[in-house]
């Protein structure tokens, strides 16, 4: 246990699989996915990892895979009823480590551009993957219909992502020593719509 939080801490894609195995990977993308502690978990360079690590046989892809799309699940529906429950009273707490309102306008924005489809959307990008759920529970979307979005976003991110890695294993021996530079160009890509949109939003602003 102590390894695994050691590795949590330190961001360590590897280190977590290595540590945690199905349990470590499962725990991490449920905080990730609706835990204000999520925004800082590595989601997207995890499960990418995660099928890295498949292809060598340490781990089985189809319970991987289950256990990334259950965990996925769980933790949106745990954001959703953490922000149907604490609903107005979320935008007024204090900025903490992990919460910050510059958070809450990234993801308002966000959802106010793709409604319902925010929540397949936000799967692919960090931050607003972990705020989006919580902003469906303080909105008026039902729950039944947030659980659709939410099952299917889970799906193609955790499959998606995950036989990305799991194939690129495959094709490459010993694949798992590029696993620091993969990582950082998937945050890089993952945080470009973000970047975008504060761009467009400057832009809109000088031009008024």
């Known amino acids: 246990m102590y390894e695994f939080l050691y590795a949590c801490l330190q961001l360590d894609p590897i280190a977590i699989i290595k540590a945690g195995g199905y349990i470590g990977i499962g725990l991490v993308v449920f905080a990730e996915s609706g835990l ?3 925004v800082l978990f590595p989601g997207d360079s995890l499960l990418f990892a995660s099928g890295l690590v498949a292809s060598s046989e340490l781990l089985s892809i189809i319970p991987l895979i289950i256990t990334i799309v259950i965990a996925a699940i769980l933790g949106d529906s745990v ?9 107005t009273r979320f935008f007024t707490r204090e900025e903490s480590f992990f919460f910050k309102k510059s958070y809450v306008a990234r993801t308002e924005r966000f959802y106010e551009t793709y409604g319902g489809r925010a929540v397949i959307l ?4 960090p931050i607003v ?3 989006t759920p919580i902003f469906a529970g303080i909105g008026t979307m039902p729950y039944r219909r947030f659980l659709s979005y939410n099952i299917i976003g889970a799906c193609i991110w955790g499959i998606s992502i ?3 890695g799991y194939a690129l294993g495959s094709i490459i021996p010993n694949s798992e020593r ?5 990582s ?4 890089v890509v993952s945080f470009l719509p973000i970047v975008i949109n504060l761009i ?3 832009r809109r602003a000088l031009k008024k």
């Open 122 to 125: 936000a799967r692919f990008v």
């Open 36 to 38: 204000l502690i999520g």
């Open 178 to 182: 590029f696993i620091l530079p993969i």
């Open 79 to 87: 954001g959703y009823w953490f922000g149907k429950s604490v609903g």
């Open 200 to 202: 467009q939003e400057k």
């Open 129 to 131: 993957r972990t705020m």
């Open 162 to 164: 995950t036989l990305a």
């Open 184 to 187: 950082l160009l998937i945050i």
